[in-house]
């Protein structure tokens, strides 16, 4: 039976992306658990977002165990044109997503849960106010979720103060050269894509869009100066520049030598797609897990003393839409007729490239 939510539960206003807007999960006061979710408002800073806190709903409860909220997040689909029911995002992640991984641990997992109609109107209504107070990121104002019957609890990853690790996000994207490619290529597709957003917010004198800047080939070479180069430039990335660097630098280098788990995503990346996105079927179930693997993202949770194992799970990974194929094909021969695959120099500072490494 598909778990609702229940009475005298709060949520959390945590984060947003393109698709989805992200809760943190308040448990009853009448439960047993021990680790209640603090508020989170008191560790924002004066120039991020604010969450704003719900009051509780009246939702009819019969089974008062609510142990399947520990640890988790509610995550609820946002409202647009090409986003795919959260029924069917669950059926392919199951279905399509899941096997491909040897092992369930590796993955943040996800399960359906009711979400009355009435809650995501209040949380909609929340969501215009906080446009109005410029508590959301400017590029999401304006999009407000689903009337969707049901979300999904995702397994919570993030780390907050006195948990004793911190949790490193990471979007591998393209971990091998797009097959669309020209054989001539300098830049690999990422860091291609990268080099014409950057020019094209330098002509236009626009701020230059703070993003991942290392190049995801040298994550999975295999070779340590490489992959240093990459984690370095991950760790001055957004929040990961507040944490430990050196200690945490050497510990994440070691781990993305030994561990499979990338080289297994770039294998499947690559046999998922062979021909490209010019030369592909839009409908093609291998295509658009293909594309979905190339827009996950890695957690990993790192202990902050001794040596204890880093938990690394793969999330983001809800199946794309077909409806998104003419953007993909506009992108790649954008980046195949204006040379952004084949330039030699670095002028605009984009860094350096593992493609001709």
Not at 256 to 270: D, E, G, K
Not at 315 to 322: A, H, R, V
Request: aromatic share 6%.
């Amino acid at each position: 039976m598909t778990p609702d939510i229940p009475h005298g539960t709060s949520l959390t206003y945590f984060a947003e992306g393109a698709a989805n807007v992200v809760y943190k999960i308040g448990i009853p006061a009448s439960s047993t658990m021990d680790d209640i979710l603090p508020s989170e408002i008191d560790h924002y800073s004066p120039a991020t977002p604010q969450p704003t806190e719900l009051e509780p709903w009246q939702v009819d409860l019969s089974e008062p165990d609510y142990s399947y909220l520990k640890g988790k997040l509610l995550r609820l689909r946002k409202d647009l044109p090409v986003a795919t029911s959260v029924l069917e995002a669950q059926q392919d992640f199951t279905e399509h997503v899941a096997p491909l991984f040897e092992q369930q641990q590796e993955l943040v997992q996800q399960q359906l849960i009711q979400v009355p109609e009435e809650i995501i109107d209040q949380l909609n209504s929340v969501l215009r106010v906080m446009d109005e107070n410029d508590h959301r990121p400017y590029k999401r104002k304006g999009t407000y979720l689903a009337e969707a019957e049901y979300g999904l609890l995702v397994q919570d990853m993030s780390s907050r103060l006195g948990q004793g690790f911190v949790t490193i996000e990471i979007k591998p994207k393209w971990l091998a050269q797009s097959p669309s490619a020209p054989a001539q290529a300098r830049r690999c597709r990422t860091c291609a894509l990268r080099a014409s957003r950057i020019a094209h917010e330098v002509s236009n004198k626009k701020a230059i869009t703070p993003s991942q800047s290392f190049c995801p080939l040298h994550l999975v070479s295999g070779n340590e100066a490489q992959v240093s180069t990459a984690v370095r430039e991950i760790l001055k990335d957004g929040p990961n520049a507040k944490l430990p660097n050196e200690p945490l630098r050497q510990r994440l280098v070691a781990y993305f030598i030994a561990s499979s788990l990338l080289t297994r995503i770039c294998s499947l990346q690559q046999k998922l797609d062979p021909r490209g996105i010019l030369r592909s079927v839009p409908l093609d179930k291998s295509l658009l897990t293909a594309m979905t693997l190339r827009d996950c993202t890695l957690y990993l949770k790192v202990p902050l003393a001794g040596s204890g194992a880093i938990e690394a799970r793969v999330g983001d990974l809800d199946m794309k839409s077909p409806e998104k194929a003419g953007y993909w094909r506009s992108i790649e021969q954008q980046l195949i007729s204006q040379n952004w695959y084949e330039a030699e120099d670095d002028a605009i500072g984009i860094g350096p490239c593992g493609l001709l490494s």
